[in-house]
Structure formats: structure tokens, C-alpha cells
């Protein structure tokens, strides 16, 4: 296994990397999406599968009850935190290594199914790391890449103007975080041209909706007051918009405001989950 890995991911993943939380709180949330998918696939009772990338563990479990005790399920991830979150979460049969997914200690061939959800788009090379994922199927195997929010996501449906001026600002965000030009991600919904370079020509993609109203259960409020709302939005936003557009997201963000979003009886939040499948010949 590698644990010595030094150069950052495209978007900054290292193995001190630690973003936790905020995985856990996207797995509960998108739960009954992603165990759909998983399902969808029909494992074989004996199926060898990998999730690479596999973050807090929770697909790791969801494997294996898909597929059954027979199974073998390995989930792998760089960053040490979440490896040590995996191993927790993840039920005992199932076997949780620490690695870079281009260096993956598993032989080439041994695999029936290689499962990468919100990974691929971290490599500076996503086609290199697709082809290195793809030599570890048995021919017949499939290669599952996944990506949330292709289709821009829909916070604030009452405030279109309000909702593009805040994605904007998180961009910017994020372009000046990671020291990055927008031309640098212009590839980021090419899920399937790069399982097309990488050989495997024949690609079935859907598009699953996550979509949620009032009322909002405890998993989806956490995930979007806490992950969003907080993490991805608040004080760090200010730079990057008109002072009246920021003290609205801030009253919208507040759970103390009479204006919180999350309360709203109209509230309307929707992501994109896609997932592309490829069968190696």
C-alpha cells in the first residue's frame, strides 16, 4: 500500500487530508440514491468489487448487502481519516486498505466491479486513473464512475438570481482556495469520454434526482445546514458578493433568522447523481 504519497490531488486530497464529516453527512443524505444504484447493478453472490475512493465506508456495507456474505468488497481511500472512518463503518467481512488509486495493491484482472463515486474528479489525470481502475477488471467487469451536481444544483428555488450569484461566488471561492484557473476543471462532467479513452467504449449512464421538500428528514437538514449551509457557504462567501446579496444568504443560512431556508414550507432542493457504467471486453 502507499502511505507516503506527497503530491496534492487536483483538488488539494492528500493523505492528511480530512474532510470527514462532511462525507458522512453526504452518505446519510444521499443514502436511498446511491444504495439504489448499487442495487440496480445485480451483483453476483460472489462478486469481487472495489470502491475506490470509498471516503467513510458506508458503500462498503452497502456492497456487501447487496451482494451478499460471499462477496469480497474492499474499499479503498488516500486520505488516513477516512480509512480509519471506513473500518468502523464498514461491516466485518468486508476489508478496508489505505492507498492511492493509482497505485492500487490489488492484482490487475481480479475484479468484477470497481466502484468510483466523487474520486475520479480529484486526479489531475482522470483518464490515466480511469485506465489503472479498468486493468483491475476480469474481462466482462464492469467500471462504475459516479459524479453528484453534473446538473448544477437547485438550492433556492423561489431566488434563481440569488442561487447563480452565490454559485459564482463559490467557484471563485474555490478557484482562489486551490490556486486553480476554471480551465483547469472544464473536464469535470466528462465521466464518459474518460471511460471511452481509457478503452471502454461501450458506456450506460443515468441520472438520478435527489430531490427533497418539506418536511425535511434529520439526515437531509443535517447534510444541508452543515455541509452546505456552513461548509461550503457562510463568512467565506463575503469577498465574492454584493453586500446586500450576502446579508440575504446570510438570514437564509441562520437558524436563528425568521427567514431560514430550511424552514420555508416551499422549500425545493434538488442534486444530480449520475452514474456511468462500462463493461470491459
Known amino acids: 500500500m502507499n502511505r507516503t504519497q506527497t503530491v496534492a490531488g487536483l483538488l488539494g486530497d492528500t493523505p492528511q487530508r480530512d474532510y470527514t464529516e462532511k462525507l458522512r453527512l453526504f452518505n446519510a443524505f444521499a443514502r436511498p440514491e446511491l444504495r439504489e444504484a448499487i442495487n440496480a447493478l445485480s451483483l453476483q453472490a460472489d462478486a469481487r468489487v472495489l470502491d475506490a475512493g470509498c471516503g467513510t465506508g458506508e458503500a462498503v456495507g452497502w456492497f456487501q448487502e447487496s451482494a451478499g456474505d460471499r462477496a469480497l468488497v474492499v474499499g479503498m481511500d488516500l486520505a488516513t481519516a477516512h480509512v480509519h472512518a471506513a473500518r468502523h463503518s464498514a461491516p466485518a467481512p468486508a476489508t478496508v486498505v489505505q ?10 484482472g481480479s475484479l468484477d466491479l470497481v466502484w468510483a463515486v466523487n474520486a475520479v474528479n480529484h486526479l489531475h489525470d482522470p483518464v490515466a486513473g480511469v485506465q489503472i481502475l479498468a486493468r483491475l477488471l476480469r474481462p466482462g467487469g464492469r467500471l462504475v464512475l459516479g459524479q453528484s451536481s453534473l446538473v448544477p444544483d437547485m438550492v433556492f428555488a423561489w431566488d434563481a438570481r440569488l442561487e447563480r450569484c452565490v454559485n459564482d461566488a463559490v467557484r471563485a471561492y474555490y478557484r482562489e482556495r486551490y490556486g486553480r484557473s476554471e480551465r483547469e476543471f472544464t473536464a469535470v462532467r466528462a465521466l464518459v469520454g474518460w471511460l471511452q479513452a481509457a478503452g471502454l467504449p461501450q458506456v450506460a449512464v443515468r441520472t438520478r434526482m435527489i430531490e427533497r421538500v418539506q418536511p425535511l428528514a434529520d439526515a437531509d437538514e443535517r447534510y444541508l445546514r452543515d455541509a452546505i449551509f456552513r461548509d461550503t457557504w457562510g463568512e467565506r462567501l463575503r ?17 436563528d433568522d425568521a427567514h431560514y431556508a430550511l424552514r420555508r414550507p416551499d422549500f425545493h432542493f434538488l442534486q444530480s447523481l449520475t452514474i456511468a457504467v462500462a463493461t470491459k471486453a
Open 99 to 108: 492507498a492511492d488509486m493509482l497505485q492500487p495493491p490489488l492484482a490487475d
Open 239 to 255: 469577498p465574492y458578493l454584493h453586500q446586500e446579496d450576502f446579508d440575504t444568504l446570510a438570514r437564509l443560512c441562520d437558524p
